[in-house]
């Protein structure tokens, strides 16, 4: 069992002081890079389903920091990811609307021309995605389409947010791998979750298909993306200065020029935190932990707009009666091996009673 290690940032402060805190989470945790090989590549993937800026999307500090120490030890860094179907959509005849590279650049997270950054979707429908299958991806029935960057880096090092998600509930460390996935078998497993219909309007246009396989394993799915990393995946970094705590993943649900319909309403938690862990299953229910906590103080209208225009998705109305270490991820991801509950939770400049309120959803 490996631990999560937490450090408080004080609101205020410069970014150095948070740069310092992400430095010193993420040595800790990845064992001061003890894996790490001269010349190793190792692929950042980061949580950009959107041009938004962070906490859309992952914070841009996460990116320098993590990209900055791997490079000071060595290794060859790429940043890479595939924006969701509404903002990049992608078939076989190619990409029909969309740049995730653009994307990278708008939301604030790096500039558009840093040649460190890969668009999945450049690759190729064919050339730049592989078939993978397992004993332990029974709920694709023929198993899915992910990015050549999983065999070809040495590491990878996950990135996310932590933000509220219309469909899932939450899109945290294990949500994000949807990004690595090929535009069909996204909408397979999308066809298992909820509101999928908006999922299809924006596939027109395209020659994919979205079918229902009845299964009924909308998580499972999205858990077992994780099984073509579980040899590569070496660290989950959170940076939560802020989080969305209604709708998500997107500051808007529904996108009107520059405004839209149901707004992620966002926090900022007191103190911020920078944590991580080795084990993406501790990493996941430690964020599950801090997004449950600060929706208990979300206002009353962004908590009353959320329960009506949501009101049939039982991912986002049973969220908070959910202990974390019970969350249907966790206990999947438990079930087919990728990681075990936290082995302790390690603080730093966080206050006690903090402490107890987020471990009393951990416990």
């Not at 590491?155 to 460390?173: D, E, F, K, Y």
Request: negative net charge.
């Amino acid at each position: 069992m490996k631990p999560v290690f937490v450090n408080g940032v004080v609101p205020g402060r410069r970014a150095d002081a948070l740069a310092a805190c992400i430095r010193d989470v993420f040595l800790h945790a990845a064992d001061n890079l003890s894996w790490l090989g001269d010349g190793d590549t190792v692929l950042l993937k980061p949580a950009l389903n959107s041009p938004d800026s962070y906490p859309s999307t992952t914070h841009p500090l996460a990116i320098r920091v993590v990209s900055e120490l791997l490079e000071e030890h060595g290794a060859h860094v790429v940043i890479g990811d595939q924006s969701g179907i509404e903002h990049v959509l992608h078939h076989p005849g190619g990409v029909i609307h969309g740049s995730t590279k653009e994307n990278y650049g708008l939301s604030g997270m790096g500039m558009k021309d840093d040649a460190r950054f890969v668009s999945f979707e450049d690759g190729g429908w064919d050339e730049g995605f592989y078939h993978h299958c397992s004993t332990e991806t029974m709920s694709w029935r023929d198993g899915f389409f992910i990015t050549w960057w999983a065999k070809k880096a040495d590491h990878i090092i996950s990135l996310p947010r932590v933000s509220a998600h219309s469909q899932a509930g939450a899109t945290l460390g294990f949500k994000i791998m949807v990004g690595m996935l090929r535009e069909d078998s996204r909408m397979e497993f999308h066809a298992n979750g909820p509101y999928n219909n908006f999922i299809t309007a924006a596939a027109r246009g395209s020659t994919l298909v979205s079918r229902d396989d009845g299964s009924g394993t909308f998580f499972e799915k999205i858990i077992e993306i994780s099984d073509a990393l579980r040899d590569k995946l070496r660290l989950t970094l959170f940076v939560a200065t802020e989080a969305q705590t209604t709708f998500g993943p997107n500051r808007f649900g529904i996108r009107l020029g520059q405004v839209g319909l149901g707004r992620a309403h966002v926090m900022s938690p007191e103190p911020g935190l920078a944590f991580a862990s080795a084990d993406p299953v501790a990493a996941e229910v430690f964020a599950l932990a801090l997004l449950r906590d600060l929706k208990q103080s979300v206002p009353f209208f962004p908590r009353l707009s959320e329960r009506i225009a949501l009101y049939q998705n039982k991912n986002v109305q049973a969220f908070t009666a959910i202990p974390a270490r019970d969350h249907p991820c966790v206990r999947h991801a438990i079930k087919i091996g990728l990681g075990e509950l936290p082995g302790g939770i390690l603080y730093t400049d966080v206050p006690c009673t903090v402490q107890d309120r987020l471990n009393q959803y951990i416990i």
